[in-house]
């Protein structure tokens, strides 16, 4: 049985710089350092330290399988230290994602988010890790279908044998904290009914259905859930693997085409385009946003992580940055007006409560 390797994604904002529109070399810095001694020890194969907007992302290579309790410890760690760095910079909201004093094992639930997959690697492995900002692992879900279950994106799933079968979606209900598989094409329209309402179900992990393979797997954490009260916004992380009876690099990315709308944007309160950016175009300014997305690939090499790949720096970009512009400038006209504003229990601040005690008395019930 060939050795498996496992590819973990574990971020938090522990700090923005400048308010929560990007993050310090500084901190990037001390989070390589950190991993590169880990490197070192071997605990990891190999690491890739970067950002989205103000999330500190942590890409780790290892041999140890999911929810490791020293991997996720190096994790976790890390980010104290970070957090230790970014309170000396006094960076905005330092640590604001870190809700637990000690760790206990695992980061589930202690505010991070998680993506993990482990598999044996293929003769050749091109990975994509999609990273967003100002926004919610809801927002995955019309882009993982796309890529997996829908044929006027996805090519292979017609033309392609080794896929021609279709996948196996993993769905999470985030308010009941349970999980349903679902399987495509036969139950598209079951799987359509539960993650068309991306603020309560989110696909967790999708397999391809010959075989069990995965294709994908995604962090499915709610801060605001985990903390009973607003913390940030969740802030999601996607690992997608391709080619080979997996969708390819270009019906993976294909999806970021459309710059769907989600929830994020300013205050984590609002519905915004998801614009897909390079690298270093990653720094929501504009109302906190609009939200940010980048890909970064990469092939492994025993693994080894040989990249990235500015996945999204590309002319065939720009329609869909641009159309996210103007979708993002028409909905910023709604002001305070839903659908630009959330609908209330969806709302990360709200004044309501405050407001409806004070006007209490004032409200005059009609016959
Ligand atoms: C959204 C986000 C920002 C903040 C906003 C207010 O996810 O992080 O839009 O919510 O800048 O931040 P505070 O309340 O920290 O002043
Ligand atoms: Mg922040
Ligand atoms: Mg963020």
């Known amino acids: 049985m060939p050795d498996k390797i496992t590819l973990s994604v574990i971020k938090a904002d522990i700090g923005g710089y400048v308010g929560h529109s990007s993050s310090h070399p500084q901190i990037l810095k001390k989070a390589e350092e950190r991993l590169d001694k880990a490197r070192h020890k ?35 760690n890390t980010f104290v230290q970070c957090t230790e760095e970014a309170k000396k910079l006094k960076l905005y909201g330092a640590g604001q994602d870190l809700l637990k004093d000690a760790f206990s094992g695992n980061v589930k639930g202690m505010g991070p988010g998680i993506a993990e997959m482990e598999f044996v690697e293929r003769k050749s492995e091109p990975i994509i890790i999609f990273m967003a900002d100002k926004t919610s692992p809801g927002a995955w879900s019309m882009p993982v279908f796309r890529m997996f279950a829908d044929p006027f994106n996805t090519a292979g799933l017609i033309i392609d044998t080794n896929m021609h079968g279709g996948f196996v979606f993993e769905v999470m209900d985030i308010k009941e904290n349970k999980t349903i598989r679902l399987s495509c094409p036969e139950e598209m329209y079951d799987l359509l009914a539960f993650i068309g309402s991306i603020n309560r179900f989110m696909i967790k992990a999708v397999y391809r259905k010959s075989d069990g393979e995965i294709g994908a797997a995604a962090s499915t954490d709610r801060l605001s859930l985990i903390a009973g009260k607003y913390v940030g916004k969740d802030d999601p992380v996607l690992i997608v693997r391709c080619q080979s009876g997996l969708p390819a690099v270009g019906e993976v990315l294909e999806p970021f085409a459309f710059p769907h709308l989600v929830e994020g944007f300013m205050r984590g309160s609002h519905h915004g385009p998801i614009m897909p950016v390079s690298f270093d175009q990653s720094t929501p300014s504009r109302f906190d946003g609009p939200p940010r997305v980048i890909a970064a690939g990469f092939q492994l090499a025993d693994g080894r992580l040989i990249g990235p790949r500015d996945m999204f720096d590309d002319p065939g970009f720009d329609l869909a940055r641009q159309k996210a512009n103007e979708i993002a400038d028409y909905i910023r006209h709604h002001g305070p007006f839903e659908p630009h504003r959330l609908p209330m229990d969806e709302m990360e601040y709200t004044t309501m409560p405050d407001i409806m005690k004070k006007m209490e008395d ?5 016959d």
């Open 362 to 366: 004032r409200f005059q019930k009609l």
């Open 42 to 76: 071997k605990l990891l194969v190999d690491f890739y330290v970067t950002h989205c907007g103000d999330d500190l992302e942590l890409i780790m290579t290892h041999r140890k399988g999911t929810e490791d309790q020293e991997v996720h410890e190096l994790a976790w």
